[in-house]
Nanobody, 121 residues
Framework: QVQLVESGGGLVQAGDSLRLSCAAS????????MGWFRQAPGKEREFIAA????????GYADHMRSRFTISRDNTKKTVYLQINSLKVEDTAVYYC??????????????WGQGTQVTVSS
């Protein structure tokens, strides 16, 4: 079993930066990789980035590559998502998930409860 808890969200202004954290517990490494997704109201859940626990290799959605950075700290079993130059359209609930590292929601078995990010203009 894997438990994931996100934190770091909140209300920020456009142009600010934010770092989200995802603390994992349980048999996290068995899943191989962690991903970050987001879901805005009325929209489908969207892949942002993924990282493998062992090698640290990363993958990004093409349009996310410039402002989003995923990283991990294996000793803390924590994955981070750095978001720079926040835009109003980044407003969403941000989720971390444990799975294969692909861009597909269905390839992730465990999900956190999400953390809300709201960007004001």
């Amino acid at each position: 079993q894997v438990q994931l808890v996100e934190s770091g969200g909140g209300l920020v202004q456009a142009g600010d930066s934010l770092r989200l954290s995802c603390a994992a517990s349980g048999r996290t490494f068995d899943r191989g990789a962690m991903g970050w997704f987001r879901q805005a109201p009325g929209k489908e859940r969207e892949f942002i980035a993924a990282i493998r626990w062992s090698e640290g290799t990363t993958g990004y959605a093409d349009h996310m590559r410039s402002r989003f950075t995923i990283s991990r700290d294996n000793t803390k079993k924590t994955v981070y998502l750095q978001i720079n130059s926040l835009k109003v359209e980044d407003t969403a609930v941000y989720y971390c998930a444990a799975g294969t590292g692909s861009a597909r929601v269905r390839d992730y078995d465990y999900w956190g409860q999400g953390t809300q990010v709201t960007v004001s203009s």
